[in-house]
């Protein structure tokens, strides 16, 4: 850097004829060929810094700088898409294997938006400074109008001083806006950030007659590193320390006692694993986005539709699926709007967010081709379009509108024409969404999608905001941003093909114009829509870093899941648990997700609602009545046949029987049947005991008579019966016992069945209150963001009111002195009028007695 402010460096350009090349044929070293420097080893070096050079510092877009231990060396491209490639590719040249390795990218997102109470009458410009190394520079920016307290007070103090005093310094604050976005990547790893304040010097002075204060800022604001780090912006009035010089009192003198920048900023520190931790994630996203974008979208607000948005853009297209995903999503629009199609591409939805980021990505060539030339020419204009007749002499109305019209008409032609190649990703969503309007029969939805996507979401706010999508620096000065509203509101009509209304009555004298370009818009945009157009296309030649990517999205779904009840998570399932799979690469102290046992191995038995009805162990005692005089029967049945049975020899599993003893089935006999007359000797026989009788002659038939030993076995057969009953009617007991006891747990497990019920219902009812509370709380923070950002710009055009009030007030102050400066004069006028007056009267008076003098009296005597 230069005493005047400038940097003096050589940038080589990289061009189509070889100046720039690599040399692949050793992976041991990379030489880049410079011309008469000679050539850069990368692999010699390992300190070797490769990084982009911000267009502010040496007044030229898309550059890059080799940083190695002896010199630097700066390389200027054509586009962001081409540097991005040649950074990418020296960085892999150097580093083969850095896809395999863990890293960490830093990155700061930082918003210089303005300063207040400083000193007026001046040009300021900031400059941003890592560890001590100049990054970026704001342009220069005038402060607003003195008020009338710091103009009196800088007259007060000018004698005294000889220049501008201290209390013009301290009164003569004044509010100062840059609002300009610095988006700094692939940075080393910072341990200090500061914005130094420095004062832009009249080009008018000698270069040997400018003071000391120049080559030095007027103050420096530390950023602390804790205040901005992690994945949210945060906003704060900064106040600014002045410089204080060896031997000197420093610059209190030139700044207000509240000096203060307000500044947005945003530091992260990422690691990225090495590509084969994301192996599963990257399927996952892959083959399942549509069906995670259903089931996050109602979950998020505007920022983090818009953050997710654009990870998932990099990320597919990485892949090569953003395609694919910008069709379904626009399918998926149309398809939810229904007959609403006046707001496609209207909202605050995932499908809006994506295509605003995709064409940003893909665009960037095509729109600087489009409107570069315009918006720098607008800046550098003095034209005036201000067409509405409360805001502007009615002498002036007529050139204003003309003004205009030539504006409105060198963009028209611009974008009809086709100055520059088309992306032919678009070319090919567009092409896709007009045949599926094609195949639903509503073919004018087709032009409608892309209508809204181009210029409702693309051209009309680059327009509209050139310094957002990378057309120009500096926010634009209030009268070219005027003329850069009624352009785009005009170029949204013709896209719209509606005309002005009574609601902006000032526009309707450019309806004429849009009719006569009707034709010219509908022929464009059937020609970017068609795959048969011949038209100059170029496709995206760039390159996203895929790990980089995928462990942004990452970090932004685990911020966004953790924070979810339970319920939510466990449907967005297998994501919580892939996205778990990566934190554990990234230590104990990473945020992690909570998933429930339905996402781990082992699983957990969850009780049916109606467990009362199922159950594992008395099935048909719980679906059938219990009869306990029955269910005696029945165990004393069983039992008496174990007595009966003899028994068996088993052979391994299947049982032994004889093979003339057959299994006799046993046939059900029904109530309306005569029941059979039984034998005595074969009931004798069924109940004879085990005892074997004696031996008996076959032919000898004895009668009915009571004989000793036939008495025995009565007696004994009848003490038997009575033992046999009496543990019967012991297990009648029990089994009575059994029952009763059986029928107090079903009555308990119903009872706590139906409390188990009413817990999960309460449970649920729970949950869905909560998550209402959640959504309600979600729509405040939401609205509360859009009110703080509607205060912040009361506040700052009450500001520029209160610094024009306050310059009418020192005009009319300056008035009423000048009329009473009239009055004395008007009297004193009045005065040497009356005296005038009088000499007239004393001068005639004078003239009269010369012409007529009195005769002398002659006496007669």
């Not at 502010?56 to 080799?66: A, D, N, P, T, W």
């Not at 800088?154 to 209390?167: E, K, M, Q, R, V």
């Not at 026989?685 to 008495?711: G, M």
């Not at 009028?833 to 012409?851: F, P, R, T, W």
């Amino acid at each position: 850097k230069n005493q005047d402010g400038g940097v003096r460096v050589s940038i080589l350009h990289i061009r189509d004829n070889g100046l720039f090349y690599l040399h692949y044929g050793s992976r041991e070293s990379v030489s880049i060929p410079v011309g008469a420097m000679g050539s850069l080893d990368l692999s010699a070096d390992t300190s070797t810094v490769i990084r982009p050079v911000h267009s502010s510092i040496l007044g030229e877009k898309y550059c890059f700088e080799v940083i190695s231990s002896e010199n630097t060396h700066c390389f200027g491209c054509s586009s962001a898409a081409e540097r991005d490639r040649w950074i990418e590719d020296l960085r892999r040249a150097a580093q083969p294997n850095k896809d395999n390795i863990e890293r960490t990218e830093n990155s700061l997102s930082l918003w210089v938006n303005e300063a207040k109470d400083l000193p007026p009458k001046r040009r300021y410009y900031c400059e941003v400074h890592l560890d001590g190394t100049l990054f970026a520079r704001t342009s220069s920016r005038a402060v607003g109008k003195q008020s009338n307290r710091s103009s009196l007070a800088g007259d007060n103090s000018t004698g005294s001083s000889g220049g501008l005093g201290t209390s013009g310094g301290v009164a003569g604050g004044c509010q100062l806006f840059w609002g300009e976005f610095f988006e700094l990547d692939n940075l080393p790893s910072v341990s200090q950030i500061t914005l130094h304040l420095f004062r832009e010097e009249d080009p008018k002075k000698k270069r040997y007659s400018r003071d000391e204060v120049s080559l030095h800022p007027l103050g420096s604001v530390a950023i602390p590193l804790a205040d901005i780090r992690g994945r949210t912006y945060q906003e704060k009035w900064y106040p600014i320390t002045p410089y204080k010089a060896s031997g000197t009192a420093g610059n209190k003198e030139l700044l207000g006692p509240q000096a203060s920048l307000r500044i947005k900023a945003r530091l992260q520190n990422l690691r990225v694993l090495p590509m084969e931790k994301y192996k599963e994630f990257a399927e996952y996203v892959t083959v399942d986005y549509v069906e995670m974008c259903r089931n996050l979208e109602p979950l998020l607000n505007v920022k983090e539709k818009e953050e997710l948005a654009g990870a998932l853009v990099h990320v597919l297209q990485s892949i090569g699926k953003a395609k694919e995903f910008l069709i379904d999503l626009g399918g998926a629009e149309v398809e939810r709007l229904g007959e609403k199609e006046a707001l496609i591409f209207r909202e605050n939805t995932l499908a809006t967010k994506a295509i605003d980021e995709y064409m940003k990505l893909v665009g960037q060539k095509y729109l600087i081709d489009t409107l570069g030339n315009f918006i720098t020419r607008l800046y550098g204009s003095v034209e005036n379009c201000e067409v509405d007749p409360r805001k502007c002499p009615a002498s002036d109305l007529s050139n204003n509108q003309k003004h205009l019209r030539e504006a409105c008409d060198e963009v028209v032609q611009k974008i009809i024409e086709i100055h520059g190649p088309f992306p032919e990703e678009l070319n090919k969503i567009f092409s896709s969404w007009v045949e599926l309007c094609e195949d639903q029969d509503r073919p004018e939805i087709g032009q409608r999608l892309i209508s809204a996507s181009l210029f409702l979401r693309f051209l009309c706010p680059a327009i509209l905001s050139p310094s957002l999508f990378g057309l120009t620096q500096p926010y634009p000065e209030p009268n070219t941003l005027r003329t850069l509203t009624l352009t785009a509101k005009v170029i949204q009509n013709l896209a719209n093909f509606t005309l002005f209304g009574d609601k902006e009555e000032y526009m309707l004298f450019m309806n004429e114009f849009l009719q006569q370009h009707w034709d010219g818009m509908r022929g464009f945009l059937q020609t970017v829509s068609s795959l048969d157009a011949e038209i100059p296309m170029t496709s995206f030649d760039g390159y996203v870093d895929l790990p980089l990517r995928l462990a942004v999205l990452h970090g932004l779904l685990v911020d966004i899941i953790h924070q979810r009840d339970q319920n939510t998570i466990d449907k967005l399932h297998p994501l919580p648990s892939i996205l778990n799979q990566i934190t554990e690469s990234l230590g104990p102290e990473a945020t992690r997700i909570r998933v429930s046992q339905m996402g781990q191995a082992k699983p957990v038995y969850v009780p049916p609602k109606d467990l009362s009805k199922f159950s594992p162990h008395q099935s048909s005692l719980q679906q059938l009545p219990v009869d306990p005089k029955s269910l005696r029967e029945q165990e004393g049945k069983t039992r008496r046949s174990m007595r009966e049975r003899k028994p068996v020899a088993r052979a391994q599993s299947v049982p032994h029987r004889r093979p003339g003893n057959a299994k006799h089935t046993i046939k059900r006999q029904a109530s309306s049947e005569a029941l059979s007359t039984p034998d005595p000797e074969q009931e004798l026989e069924s109940n004879q005991p085990l005892i074997s009788p004696p031996k008996t002659s076959a032919s000898i038939k004895r009668p009915p008579a009571i004989v000793p030993w036939i008495k025995d076995m009565h007696n004994r057969e009848s003490s038997e019966m009575k033992t046999e009953n009496a543990e019967f009617n012991l297990l009648d007991r029990h089994a009575q016992e059994l029952s009763e006891l059986r029928l107090g747990i079903e009555q308990v497990t119903e009872r706590e069945l139906d409390m188990a019920k009413r817990l999960e219902d309460f449970i649920n009812q729970s949950q869905d209150q909560n998550a209402l509370l959640q959504a309600e709380v979600t729509e405040l923070r939401n609205l509360l963001a859009v009110r703080e950002e509607q205060l912040a710009s009361a506040t700052f055009r009450l500001g520029v009111i209160e610094e024009e009030r306050e310059e009418d007030e020192r005009k009319l102050s300056v008035a009423i002195a000048a009329a009473d400066r009239m009055n004395v004069l008007e009297e004193q006028f009045a005065g040497l009028m009356k005296d005038l007056h009088q000499l007239s009267e004393a001068y005639s008076s004078g003239q009269n007695n010369i012409q007529h003098p009195e005769k002398p009296h002659i006496n007669s005597n």
